[in-house]
């Protein structure tokens, strides 16, 4: 039986309600995470947590709890050996709806669930990423992980109409980064080029280790934004995200990627990574 956190206890999955009254549900005034789980073991919690920790103090949400320790309690109670977990803090419950705030004091919603994936084994990283571009018309704090998704999600089914994988968004013609994962390129000088970290992309915990691994390999790395047309010149082009890792990236809007197939960097990257979170201490859990 899947068993679920919320506020405090550790639930069947039927037993968790929350009100309708809940800012998360009406307001999207709600943060989140979500954190992988490889050989049943959570990777780069601390990382996320600082995160989650920045996200609620950009919103002034005022939640303490000992996160690491609900992942983990999760992950051993649904035996989770490789997915996700993931982690929700809404504002709380309000008496009415209002826009405003309730009185400081309100006790934050928060939950969290385990849910099973194959990340390593995914075949998408034999064949890459089909990618289209489209206009990046999501809020201007992309820094802050809310629960905000409606854009990225009718951007999702875009790429599915269009009967590719996903969507990297644009403003004017440079990328911002894609639905749910950062995006990069390596040019041909062999320089891995990645946006810079502002309010335009979330700042991903999987892109501080790709681009440690990409210098460790001897890479330059430049943290700038990138043009479309830079991108389809580019050699190489991946994603990083906690649910698919480092994956290639070999079409952009119609047009190949270098040959056409995943890059041999990108995947002695994603080799790196993968190797990291099996050794174990060197990608903190
Ligand atoms: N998404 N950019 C956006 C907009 C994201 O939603 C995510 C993560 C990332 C990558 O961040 P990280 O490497 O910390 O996972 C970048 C998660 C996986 C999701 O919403 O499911």
Not at 129 to 156: E, N, V
Not at 185 to 204: E, F, K, N, Y
Not at 224 to 230: G, K, L, V, W
């Amino acid at each position: 039986m899947r068993i679920v956190y919320l506020n405090g206890d550790y639930v069947p999955r039927t037993a968790a309600k929350i009100s309708v009254f809940d800012r998360g549900l009406l307001f999207s005034d709600a943060v989140y995470e979500v954190v992988s789980v490889i050989d049943g073991r959570l990777i780069d919690m601390e990382r996320h947590v600082t995160r989650l920790e920045r996200s609620l103090g950009e919103l002034s949400i005022n939640a303490f709890a000992d996160w690491s320790g609900i992942a983990r309690k999760l992950v051993a109670k649904n035996g989770l050996q490789e997915g996700l977990v993931y982690l929700q803090v809404s504002r709380g419950v309000m008496e009415d709806r209002d826009y405003r705030w309730p009185a400081p004091g309100t006790a934050p919603t928060i939950f969290a669930f385990a849910q099973s994936r194959d990340l390593i084994e995914n075949p998408l990283a034999g064949r890459g990423m089909r990618i289209i571009t489209r206009p990046d018309l999501r809020w201007q704090r992309c820094d802050i992980k809310t629960t905000q998704l409606l854009y990225a999600s009718l951007m999702k089914m875009e790429a599915v109409a269009a009967g590719v994988d996903d969507v990297w968004m644009t403003e004017g013609d440079l990328v911002t980064e894609g639905t749910s994962q950062n995006a990069h390129i390596i040019t041909r000088d062999g320089v891995l080029i990645s946006h810079q970290l502002d309010r335009a992309i979330l700042p991903g915990v999987t892109r501080i280790e790709a681009l440690a691994q990409a210098k460790a390999m001897g890479l330059a790395v430049e943290e700038r934004a990138f043009s479309i047309d830079e991108a389809k010149q580019a050699a190489e082009a991946f994603i990083s995200s906690s649910t698919l890792l480092i994956m290639p990236v070999v079409e952009i809007d119609g047009h190949q990627i270098g040959d056409g197939r995943p890059g041999n960097l990108t995947g002695r990257i994603r080799q790196a990574y993968i190797a990291a979170v099996h050794a174990g201490p060197s990608i903190r859990g």
